[in-house]
Structure formats: structure tokens, C-alpha cells
């Protein structure tokens, strides 16, 4: 690796020059664009550097399961974003989640956590932890005194997602990180829907950031990982190992995606945040809808909270329509540019039906308690043209009214 030329110290400069700069590791032959190392070993001069390297006491990759030049460059981009001392990748948003909470806890330990959670993330809270000794206690996010409550001397790490997947409903991020620092735990933050554009935990009081990078940050639907990012002793204490030893490491490929994927993750989340924005006024003024929510919007019922915390109102609008699961099937089957799934933070536009897709598993006494009805829709705004967006949902609400109200 070299790097010849002057650089300026990466964290004196700007987030969007971060991103096309940070972390770059340039090799001999002094490439742009930044190289993919498909390697799995690196080769050692002697056998007294191999024991040297093996030992800590000289840098340099070891094995692509530990390290790797691509995903470094990766996960040193996003540090630069985060503003955090530490990041390391990992294959999935899933595997950020549960090493990030699976890194600090032992049998005996307790765990707190917002019941508004994604559903893989709400398993390994809820059924994971407890089968290796670990109790979780569920409390409603917005509700501090119920933090408080359920916090015991056991108590190791907190953890939510702000905005909420689907309701988009908030947590108020400094107030728990106190809650918990007060128990001696840390606060983790699951910051997918608000994109490490929109909302700084770390800033906040948060401990730990984790990302699906599978979202936003890919930004194409290309390919799936994650990052935890957060003090150079916390990953030291719970995160560098248990990611060495047990093995969910990013491929150098996807390592290569993301880091193109960052490049332009800024003008891609301000074109989607005010297309949705755009979407979110048509939608709260349409027949045939019945609730809006987007954290962007005054009527949203935790705007003060948003705009304390968040930078914007994000990419993702969540709304009801007429007719239930009837009305919200003919609505969504009716939509002829944004597509049905339920993957978000794409180029393309995404809608999806919670209760019958990403929170099927959950109870319906629990889907209830969170506001996912069966009317409710999620739609992940992309980057088309918002008129031809508002014009597609028009054009759906307007063949669906009649469903919808049949079916009522
Ligand atoms: C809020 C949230 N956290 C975590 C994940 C998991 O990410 P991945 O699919 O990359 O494992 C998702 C995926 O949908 C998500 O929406």
C-alpha cells in the first residue's frame, strides 16, 4: 500500500468528501477507484514476521475472516461518517445486531429493549438471549418511565431503532442512553431508517451504532451487510473477537459495493428524504387514506422529538388506507412503478404490507399495540421522479377505492 501524495487528516473534512475520500488505501499501482482484494490469506516475508503479526505486535492482514484491505477501507469510511473511534463490518445487518448484543452479554445477564423492533431483531431478544441465560425485558420506546422500570443491577445493554420499522414511530435516543449510563449499561441503536445522514446516536449519547448497510448505504439492492461502529474499546472488549472467532465477515465484494454505495449516499438520501416528504403531503390529503406517518411532518405525533434529533424526516413513509388488508392489497397491487417488497432504502420504490410480510411472526396483540393494522402500508421512497411517484399512488388509491370499500 502506498499513499504518496499529502492527504488531509480525513476527520477535518466534510461528511460528502468522507465519503468519496475517507478510508482510501491506495496500492502500488495507485488506482482511483478503490481495489478489490479477493483474497482469503496474505503472505508473510519470514516466519518471524508471521509469529510477529499473529502476536499484535506488528500491523498488517492475517486472514480475510479478521481483516481485509477492501472491507478496512469500508469500515474506516464509516467510521469517518459516524464520527466513531471504531467500525467493523459484518455480512449481514443481522450479524451487526446480534454481535453487537451477543459481544457484551454472558448467562446472568439482563437486557432492556424497545418493543417496536424488526422482527429478526425482536428473535434474538426475545427467544435468542433467554436460551443462552440472557433475560430481555420489552418496554414501549417512548415511554422513559417504563425504561426506567425495567432496568435491574444486571442490566448490561439497551437497545432500540429510531424511527421505528414499520410505524416509523421515535425512541428518544439521549433520554435512554441516560436511562441506561444511570444502570451502569450501554445503549445500542439500530439507525437504519434514519441513515447515517439523518440522525448521529453516538452524538446523542449512544455507545454503539449498528447498520444494515444492505439498506442505504448499498442504496442499489445489490448486496446484503452490516457495520457496528462505536469507541476503539468497545469493539477491543466485545466486538473484534467475537466477530474473529465465530466469522460473519463481509466479502471484499460487497466490502467494494458499499464503498461505491457510499460515494453517493448523501444526494441519494436528500433526493429520496424530499420525494417522500412530497409523497407524505399528497398522501395526508388523499381519499382513501386514513393516517400518515412521517417523522417529517408537524402532525407526526413525536415531531417535536423528531426534529431534536433527526435532521430530516427520512426516506420511508408509513400510511393506512381504507379496507383493511382488502384495501391495502388492491391499493398495492394497482401500483405500476413503485414495486412490492420488503427490502427499503433502494434506488427503487418499495411498498410492503407489514402484517402479512416483515412482522407476520409477531402476535396480533402485538402487532396491535405497535399501530400495525391491517391497513397499514410501508413505502420506501427511491429515487424516480416523486411526480411520477404521486402519480402511480394516485392512480392505485383511485382503482382501489371501490375495493376498499366493499370490503368495509
Ligand atoms: C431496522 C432493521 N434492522 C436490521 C435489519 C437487518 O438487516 P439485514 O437484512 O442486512 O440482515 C433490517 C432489515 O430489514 C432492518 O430493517
Not at 173 to 202: C, R, S, W, Y
Not at 344 to 355: M, R, V
Request: with cysteine; charged share 20%.
Amino acid at each position: 500500500m502506498s499513499s504518496p501524495r499529502k492527504s488531509r487528516d480525513p476527520k477535518t473534512l466534510r461528511p460528502a468528501t468522507q465519503l468519496v475520500h475517507g478510508g482510501t488505501l491506495r496500492s502500488q499501482f495507485e488506482e482511483t477507484s478503490e481495489a478489490i482484494f479477493l483474497t482469503q490469506g496474505y503472505l508473510y516475508d519470514t516466519m518471524e514476521q508471521a509469529e510477529a503479526r499473529f502476536k499484535g505486535e506488528t500491523p498488517g492482514f492475517i486472514y480475510s475472516r479478521f481483516a481485509n484491505p477492501t472491507v478496512a477501507m469500508f469500515e474506516k469510511r464509516m467510521a469517518l461518517l459516524e464520527g466513531a473511534e471504531a467500525a467493523r463490518a459484518t455480512a449481514t445487518g443481522m450479524a451487526a445486531v446480534t454481535a453487537a448484543l451477543m459481544g457484551q452479554v454472558k448467562a446472568g445477564d439482563h437486557v432492556v429493549a424497545a418493543k417496536a423492533l424488526f422482527g429478526s431483531c425482536l428473535y434474538v431478544v426475545e427467544d435468542l438471549l433467554p436460551r443462552f441465560g440472557v433475560a430481555s425485558t420489552l418496554v414501549d420506546g417512548a415511554d422513559l418511565d417504563a425504561w426506567r422500570k425495567a432496568m435491574r443491577p444486571n442490566t448490561k445493554t439497551c437497545f432500540i431503532e429510531s424511527p421505528t420499522n414499520p410505524t416509523l414511530a421515535l425512541v428518544d435516543i439521549a433520554e435512554v442512553a441516560k436511562i441506561a449510563h444511570a444502570g451502569g449499561a450501554t445503549l445500542v441503536v439500530d439507525n437504519v431508517f434514519a441513515t447515517p445522514m439523518l440522525q448521529h446516536p453516538l452524538k446523542l449519547g449512544a455507545d454503539v451504532v449498528v447498520y444494515s448497510a444492505t439498506k442505504h448505504v448499498d442504496g442499489q439492492g445489490r448486496v446484503l451487510g452490516g457495520v457496528i461502529l462505536a469507541s476503539e474499546k468497545f469493539i477491543a472488549d466485545h466486538i473484534h473477537n467475537f466477530l474473529r472467532q465465530t466469522g460473519p465477515s463481509l466479502s471484499a465484494f460487497n466490502a467494494w459495493v458499499m464503498l461505491k454505495g457510499l460515494e453517493t449516499l448523501p444526494i441519494r438520501v436528500e433526493r429520496q428524504q424530499r420525494s417522500a416528504a412530497q409523497i407524505a403531503d399528497f398522501l395526508a390529503a388523499a381519499p382513501g387514506v386514513t393516517r400518515v406517518l412521517y417523522p417529517g411532518r408537524a402532525d407526526h405525533p413525536q415531531f417535536a422529538l423528531a426534529k431534536k434529533q433527526m435532521t430530516g424526516g427520512g426516506t420511508l413513509v408509513a400510511f393506512e388506507v381504507e379496507g383493511g388488508k382488502a384495501g391495502a392489497f388492491a391499493f398495492a397491487n394497482a401500483l405500476s412503478i413503485i414495486g412490492i417488497s420488503n427490502n427499503l432504502g433502494d434506488a427503487k420504490s418499495l411498498i410492503t404490507h407489514p402484517e402479512t410480510t416483515t412482522h407476520q411472526r409477531l402476535k396480533p396483540e402485538q402487532r396491535a399495540e405497535l399501530g400495525i393494522n391491517s391497513g397499514l402500508l410501508r413505502l420506501s421512497v427511491g429515487l424516480e421522479d416523486p411526480d411520477d411517484l404521486v402519480e402511480d399512488i394516485a392512480h392505485a388509491l383511485s382503482q382501489a377505492h371501490p375495493a376498499a370499500k366493499a370490503a368495509e
